[in-house]
Each structure stands twice: as C-alpha cells, then as structure tokens.
C-alpha cells in the first residue's frame, strides 16, 4: 500500500515562499506520475503541476513561472518548490503518486497566503 506524505506547508506572507516535500513508499521510479493538486475552501480539487517517471512536467497556468516540481532521486521524494505566493495560492495541497493505473492521496499540507 502506498501511503504518500506531504509537509512543508505553512503560513507565508504574499510574495514569499514555501517548499512542499512528497515521500511515497517505493522508489519514484515506479510512478508513472507525481502530481501535486490543492483544494481552496468551497472549490474542486485542481492540478497544480505533474512530473512524470520521464521527467516530464506540466502546470497550471496560475502557477507557471512561480512554482516548480522537481524529483530527488536519491531521497525518493518530489518537492514543489512554490515562490511569489499569492492569497489565492491559499488550499491544501495533496500529493498524487500513480503506480499502474492506481492513484493514492495523501492527507494533504495546508498553505496559507495572507498579510
């Protein structure tokens, strides 16, 4: 079973920064992809941004130019390094690990973006 855990969320000031960490049991090789999503209070869950065991990428526009995905290989984790915060950057952010065609959540980290 694989259970991904998520930290690094917090409470940041507009423009600042966090860095979100995603360890899952199992070399991240054996993802087809990584996905990070958030939920903003009273909305659907969105796609923030995915890597893939390729290392491909993709993002939500929001986010394109202020968050990046990226993979550590060698601590099996992926973190999503988030600068320029906004408050609508404001969510829980969960990590998504597929392996085989079957996704797993994580509990999720909560961001807060306010002055």
């Known amino acids: 079973q694989v259970q991904p855990v998520e930290s690094g969320g917090g409470y940041v000031q507009p423009g600042g920064s966090l860095r979100l960490s995603c360890a899952a049991s199992g070399s991240i090789f054996s993802f087809n992809s990584i996905t990070w999503y958030r939920q903003a209070p009273g909305k659907e869950r969105e796609l923030v941004a995915r890597?893939?065991?390729?290392?491909?990428?993709n993002y939500a526009d929001s986010v394109k130019g202020r968050f990046t995905i990226s993979r550590d290989d060698a601590k099996n984790t992926v973190h999503l390094q988030m600068n320029s915060l906004k408050p609508e950057d404001t969510a829980v952010y969960y990590c998504?690990?597929?392996?085989?065609?079957?996704?797993?959540w994580g509990q999720g980290t909560q961001v807060t973006v306010s002055s």
């Open positions: 998504y690990p597929v392996r085989s065609g079957t996704g797993y």
């Open positions: 890597i893939t065991s390729g290392g491909s990428t």
